[in-house]
């Protein structure tokens, strides 16, 4: 083998374990979709920004969508999802908010079915009723009884499948410190403990939906219907992932709610943008991660302004 050919092998074989690894270090580009909801989605975005950007693992840009059907911005909104790793998407259209044009609509079908992955964010689950190839991606959301399957989790872990019709419409009681009970070995989940305590939120009952190809990961026990619901759960569509959760509440008034600075949640957050990025689930387990017995509440998230 010639000299120079060798040399160059050589250098190749001793560079190419750093360029992948440089390669497993890249940032997830995510991209923040919000502009209206019946919660308060600027001190939402804000937050999030604010939980993932001191990480050094996401490069984080906002997509706002005009909030009036007449607004003429919606000339010019058309997010470029296939920028993107992942859309973290927390329109909710439920008091009255528009719904998204339908190329927007068929381009972000599009992104998610080639491989794009979504994180529904809290209100995002409740939007977009109308939008069948939505309600495919979330599996699950907030819609009246009769529109599709509920899932309930019994006390081992299993599921019992509630046809449309049967039971109430979706809803949630009082916020509670409730304990999530996760189901398996996602690798979202993988290493956290089987239970853990997480303050102040919402356990929605009867979310329904298709609930095709959809996997239970975490559930937690309602007082209301005294039965066991789904608070976090995936489902594939097409080549697309796409992750729902009912954490992440932020109302009108809200501050620095604790249920946003639950180490538990902000650990999730970050584990679940990877596996929905299609990279490997690296962030760590902290040591400050909540117990079955208590919470983990940590200091105020760094928002700037959310005006």
């Not at 074989?13 to 995510?30: G, M």
């Not at 992955?117 to 939008?131: E, I, K, L, R, T």
């Not at 992750?243 to 946003?260: A, C, I, L, N």
Request: include cysteine.
């Amino acid at each position: 083998m010639p000299w120079p050919v060798l040399c160059l092998l050589v250098v190749s074989i001793f560079l190419l374990p750093a360029a992948i690894v440089a390669e497993s270090q890249a940032s997830i580009r995510a991209l923040i979709v919000d502009g209206y909801s019946n919660h308060d989605w600027k001190l939402n975005t804000a937050l999030i920004r604010g939980m993932l950007e001191p990480t050094e693992l996401f490069e984080v840009d906002v997509s706002t969508a005009p909030a009036n059907a007449e607004s003429p911005d919606w000339d010019d909104w058309e997010p470029d999802f296939g920028s993107y790793d992942v859309a973290i998407q927390t329109c909710n259209d439920i008091w009255g908010g528009p719904a998204w044009p339908r190329k927007v609509q068929k381009e972000f079908e599009s992104y998610v079915r080639e491989g794009g992955g979504v994180y529904v964010w809290h209100s995002g689950n409740n939007a977009f009723a109308d939008w069948p190839a939505y309600n495919d991606m979330i599996g699950l959301g907030w819609r009246e009884k009769g529109f599709g399957w509920a899932i309930a989790v019994n006390d081992d872990g299993s599921l019992k499948r509630i046809p449309p019709g049967e039971g109430l419409d979706t809803g949630h009681g009082d916020r509670l410190d409730t304990v999530v009970r996760r189901i398996g070995e996602h690798p979202i989940h993988a290493g956290l403990p089987t239970a853990w305590l997480t303050p102040d939120i919402e356990v929605y009952y009867y979310a329904r939906g298709p609930a095709k190809d959809l996997q239970v990961l975490s559930y937690g026990y309602d007082p209301v219907t005294t039965m066991n619901w789904p608070l976090e759960w995936t489902v594939s569509y097409g080549s697309g992932r796409v992750y729902t959760s009912t954490f992440g509440h932020v109302w009108k008034g809200d501050v620095q709610p604790e249920r946003m600075r639950c180490a538990g949640l902000q650990t999730v957050v970050v584990r679940a943008l990877q596996w929905l990025a299609d990279r490997p689930v690296t962030f760590p387990v902290p040591e400050d991660f909540p117990s079955e017995g208590e919470v983990s509440i940590r200091s105020e998230i760094s928002v700037g302004s959310s005006d």
